[in-house]
């Protein structure tokens, strides 16, 4: 069985129902509909990675943070594991896939003391955010990453690697192809919290055209393709708490649809099948006014 996550939220508004049933939905796989054979809400366990990213800017978002997540964490199930991990240039475990709270909580404010001279490599961070959940205790869960960023990436080129990549060793970082691939194949959902700092903008607008040449043959990664490409929703940090906010992100995922499927057709194994989940004629909502997020294809075993 194929498991899809699905949100529907409101074209306006961003604000999700919770209201519909598996009758309401239409699945396509190559454009061809789907028997639902399952279908949930918030009843699968899910498996989180905090993804924070070690940028001035963030960093002093992620201190906020270390003093709610407390607060925040209790939005989740017992049943629900999270790890927390940093990234410059690579990625930093600080703790892996966990149900103990108080162990994610520890992490959460030890990332928030964690600085980095270091290129921030999107892909890397992503790929290696994938991996982990691969990880997960439960084959079932939702696999999520919760990813704070000013979505302000260096591009992977040689030269940055070479001066501004050291954690990386000798190795390239991962591409955005493959971090996409990774993604399909691991059934992740990509959720940015992004953050604007005004005072680093036109410090980040000179680099993008800078790197403009190295970008077009490394593609740096960008936090709205990720969640679009997952089904995951981008969400600014304006107006509220980091803690806040956080809770409302993890109530989100908890309340998504889940939505699975037997592919009627056989296909050999490493497929790339293209997935799309609209609301039905006979749904109660309008199609003009709501959108249905989610993944945009997967990988046959």
Known sequence: MVLVDAQVIHSKTKTATGALQAKDFQLFE????QQIAYFGRGQLPL???FLFDLTDSVRGVLHRLAGGAQTALTHLKPE???AVVTYAASANVIEGLTADRQKTVAAIARAATMKSGEASFFN????QAATLLQQSRNPSSRRVIVWLTDNLPNAPSEFNIKHFGSSLGCR?????AEAIRLLHESGTVVTPMLLKDPLALPWAEMITAVEAPARKRYPAGDAHKYAELTGGLAVGMRGKNVEE????VLDDLRSRYTIGFHPAQAKPPGTFCRLRVALSPDAPLRP???TVLARAGYYRK
């Open 245 to 248: 906010r956080l809770a409302e």
């Open 47 to 49: 498996s989180i990675v």
């Open 30 to 33: 190559d454009g061809t509909v």
């Open 172 to 176: 390239a970082p991962h591409t955005e």
């Open 288 to 290: 003009q006014e709501w």
């Open 124 to 127: 890397e961070a992503i790929y």
């Open 80 to 82: 629900d594991e999270v």
